[in-house]
Nanobody, 125 residues
Framework: QVQLVESGGGLVHAGGSLRLSCTAS??????????MGWFRQAPGKEREFVAV????????SYADSVKGRFTISRDNAKNTVFLQMNSLKPEDTALYFC????????????????WGRGTQVTVSS
């Protein structure tokens, strides 16, 4: 069982930055075998894919809506994945979740085995 806890959300003005963290309650060896992803869900909308990173951190992929503004990274020694969000826009306002699975395709498809409870990001105009 992998428990994921997100942090770092908050209220920021448009154009500002936030850094989200997601820490897993497993050993670094186990954590390093999981592909990790970030998703978000705005009120009244479906959950959407934001970014994914391979277990070693060598491969990343982003939704078009955040490409060039968001960066996903991970520190396997600390069991943590990050989402650096720059040039934030009001439309980035959502509850942000991290997800973990050993299969990259399952993470990208939103069918990961493990999910956190989310951290709220609110961007004011």
């Amino acid at each position: 069982q992998v428990q994921l806890v997100e942090s770092g959300g908050g209220l920021v003005h448009a154009g500002g930055s936030l850094r989200l963290s997601c820490t897993a309650s497993v050993s670094w060896r186990t954590f390093s075998s999981y592909t990790m992803g970030w998703f978000r869900q705005a009120p009244g909308k479906e959950r959407e894919f934001v970014a994914v990173i391979s277990f070693a951190g060598s491969s990343t992929s982003y939704a078009d809506s955040v490409k060039g503004r968001f960066t996903i990274s991970r520190d396997n020694a600390k069991n943590t994945v990050f989402l650096q969000m720059n040039s934030l826009k009001p439309e980035d306002t959502a509850l942000y979740f991290c997800a973990a699975d050993r299969a990259r395709d399952r993470v990208v498809a939103g069918r990961a085995d493990y999910w956190g409870r989310g951290t709220q990001v609110t961007v004011s105009s």
